[in-house]
């Protein structure tokens, strides 16, 4: 079955950077795209990019531009969302999800990893 | 940006009942619309995708209609476990937001 396993939560200091991993198992890695969403306490959900599995091309919200990578690694099934200079309105819980293109629909998600910002 | 907003906010509803919850986008989506349920703690979940098909393993009292800009979600007889809050999410082009999301509550 397909599943998607994300890292666990983080504490970190304003301007730090934080990686959350993401891996999938139960599918075929390289058939499918990845979204990353986040949803700050309380608060709704926020697009903030998408990467191909299979080419490593990834689009970036423009809010997020110059301190949002998304990277891939095929050979453990693992992507990756990495956010620097770290603020307290980052704060969120940050989800992967599994989706069949950029405008597909993600249909798997992760569990989540809450990422706390605070000094 | 395509803006996507969701009505109600919040609503309150019995067991049994039928409910709707309206999505509109700012411009033609055409029917790059989905859905999703989310519990507290716990993941989104898809229940619909291209504004009315329903996502495997989702209950059949769940369907979505519309196109253009104006889509709907109805959950034909609600269940205890459909209380939850539900978001709309525009697929059409970049970048894919997501509605406000609507809090369904138990009356």
């Known amino acids: 079955q397909v599943q998607l396993v994300q890292s666990g939560a983080e504490v970190k200091k304003p301007g730090a950077s934080v990686k959350v991993s993401c891996k999938a198992s139960g599918y075929t890695f390289t058939t499918y795209d990845f979204s990353w969403v986040r949803q700050a306490p309380g608060q709704g959900l926020e697009w903030m990019g998408w990467?191909?599995?299979?080419?490593?091309?990834?689009k970036y919200a423009q809010k997020f531009q110059g301190r949002l990578t998304m990277t891939t690694d095929t050979s453990t099934s693992t992507v990756y969302m990495d956010l620097g200079s770290l603020r307290s309105d980052d704060t969120a819980v940050y989800y992967c999800?599994?989706?069949?293109?950029?405008?597909?629909?993600?249909?798997?998600w992760g569990q989540g990893t809450l990422v706390t910002v605070s000094s | 940006d395509i803006q996507m907003t969701q009505s109600p906010s919040s609503l309150s509803a019995s067991v049994g009942a039928r409910v709707t919850i309206t999505c509109r986008a700012s411009?033609?989506?055409?029917?790059?619309l989905n859905w999703y349920q989310q519990k507290p703690g716990k993941a989104p979940k898809l229940l619909i995708y291209a504004a009315s098909s329903l996502q495997s393993g989702v209950p059949p009292r769940f369907s979505g209609s519309g196109s253009g800009t104006d889509f709907t979600l109805t959950i034909s007889s609600l269940q205890p476990e459909d209380f939850a809050t539900y978001y709309c999410?525009?697929?059409?082009?970049?970048?894919?937001?997501f509605g406000q999301g609507t809090k369904l509550e138990i009356k």
């Open positions: 999410q525009q697929s059409y082009n970049f970048p894919p937001a």
């Open positions: 990467i191909s599995a299979y080419s490593g091309n990834a």
């Open positions: 411009q033609t989506i055409t029917t790059y």
């Open positions: 999800a599994r989706a069949p293109s950029v405008a597909g629909a993600p249909d798997y």
